[in-house]
């Protein structure tokens, strides 16, 4: 991976997301981690369930963290 140099566009340091449930809280997100900076992409990859839309809507502000 090239580097980019200055500072990240997207940084996550051990994001966590909550949601409730009948049987306690239900961990979603737990410890993500990832830094982007300009230039660079990612693939966001995972089975059904595993917070990948969870994932991009905190990255996009439409959601926040726990």
Known sequence: MKETGGSPIIELDALCKDYPAPAGRLAVLRGVCLNLGRGQ??????????????????????????
């Open 41 to 66: 992409s990612v693939a966001i990859m995972g089975p059904s369930g595993s917070g990948k839309s969870t994932l991009l809507h905190i990255i996009g502000t439409l959601d926040t963290p726990t």
